[in-house]
């Protein structure tokens, strides 16, 4: 486990928070080498499912939201991980009829979600609960013992979800409960103009300004997804790297170069529910 500079010798992954009891599951390296995961590994690289869920320090066994899975890159790790006695909570915020689109497809998770993942994982793992933050069930609050963001927090900030999400992952997670987030980072000095924007960039001091606005303490950060090579200012954002290669055509020497730079840099930060 790597940690950035003088990182928190208070790193005590002081993790007073209460750990779910290891379950009986297969081990995350026999997950990761699954065949189901041939599409998914090319991006091990850069997001280090490994190492990224021992410094969030999940565990078999244990309950754990898993905030807009997307295309389920994480839950086809998380779910067979989570073991057979652990639950994986798939949730996507609140999205009004209004919207369309792929935002649409977000809708109804409740019942789109535990199809889905049998897709993903058959019938392996974890039991698998959809839902969206106006339809969580008032049985799972207090439940979770994680709550994890990957790469969502630009669009938590930019489509008005942010409150929202904090007061559900404050509602799901057990008193001391942890939530762990991955983000692609801003460039020191970066404008407050670009981190609003369609960039997908955040500053980490503001993240982490803004969590603990809504009682969540900072318990330690890593550098496990950094990567120094991005400049992290892109005029097209994050999605100027790969594997989209915004403004990039085929074949040219600008998209071998953003090859060579790889995905974003990427804070990976650790905080406590507080009361």
Do not use: C
């Amino acid at each position: 486990m790597r940690f950035a500079g003088s990182l928190f010798a208070a790193i005590s992954l002081a993790i007073a928070a209460p750990v779910a009891a290891q379950a009986s599951g297969p081990a995350l390296e026999q997950v990761l080498a699954d065949s189901r995961r041939d599409a998914d590994r090319v991006r091990d690289e850069y997001r280090h499912p490994a190492e990224t869920l021992a410094f969030f320090d999940v565990q078999p066994g244990m309950t754990v939201v898993d905030f807009m899975p997307a295309g389920g890159w994480f839950s086809r790790v998380l779910i067979p991980y989570l073991g057979d006695s652990g639950t994986y909570i798939g949730l996507n915020p609140s999205v009004p009829e209004s919207m369309t689109g792929n935002m649409a497809n977000m809708r109804n998770y409740a019942a789109n979600l535990p199809a889905q993942a049998q897709g993903w994982v058959g019938e392996e793992g974890a039991r698998v609960i959809g839902a969206n933050s106006d339809t969580v069930p008032d049985e799972l609050a207090g439940t979770a013992d994680r709550f994890l963001i990957f790469r969502e927090m630009h669009n938590i900030r930019r489509l008005g979800w942010f409150h929202e999400t904090m007061v559900t992952a404050r509602k799901l997670l057990k008193d001391g409960g942890m939530l762990g987030i991955e983000q692609h980072r801003a460039a020191p000095g970066q404008p407050m103009s670009y981190v609003l924007g369609d960039n997908g960039y955040q500053r980490e001091a503001d993240v982490i300004a803004l969590l603990s606005a809504y009682g969540f303490e900072l318990v330690a950060r890593s550098d496990i997804n950094a990567n120094p090579r991005d400049p992290a200012n892109w005029e097209r954002g994050v999605w100027s790297l790969p594997p989209v290669f915004s403004g990039a055509a085929e074949g040219s020497e600008e998209r071998a170069r953003r090859a060579a730079i790889g995905e974003s840099d990427r804070m990976t930060l650790l905080f406590r529910k507080v009361a």
